[in-house]
């Protein structure tokens, strides 16, 4: 079993910046390819920003410029650093360990909630 605990996120104002965390712990050995997700109300979860085995990144196109993800292999930990928040950005957001056929590897954590609003 992979447990993923997502932290860091809050409320903040639109232009404001937030850094998430997800640590990895139980059986796996080391992070390496990890994403971050999101889900607002209503609407399905959307794969935000992805780091491949190989190191490449990946965003998606209202991510693109604003957002970084990394990940410190020695914590097994994902970070997503994202600034210019949008109001479009509130949603909860999840990390995990995407599939070659798109889905997760490991059951979801619990995210953490982002609120952009003024």
């Known amino acids: 079993q992979v447990q993923l605990v997502e932290s860091g996120g809050g409320l903040v104002r639109p232009g404001g910046s937030l850094r998430l965390s997800c640590a990895a712990s139980?059986?796996?050995?080391?992070?390496?390819?990890m994403a971050w997700y999101r889900q607002a109300p209503g609407q399905s979860r959307e794969l935000v920003a992805q780091?491949?085995?190989?190191?490449?990144?990946n965003y998606a196109n209202s991510a693109e410029g604003r957002f970084t993800i990394s990940i410190d292999s020695a914590k097994n930990t994902v970070y997503l650093q994202m600034t210019s928040l949008k109001p479009e950005d509130t949603a909860v957001y999840y990390c995990?360990?995407?599939?070659?056929?798109?889905?997760?590897?490991?059951?979801w954590g619990q995210g953490t909630q982002v609120t952009v609003s003024s």
């Open positions: 780091i491949t085995s190989a190191g490449t990144l």
């Open positions: 139980g059986r796996i050995a080391r992070v390496r390819a």
């Open positions: 995990n360990a995407p599939r070659s056929d798109g889905s997760a590897a490991y059951s």
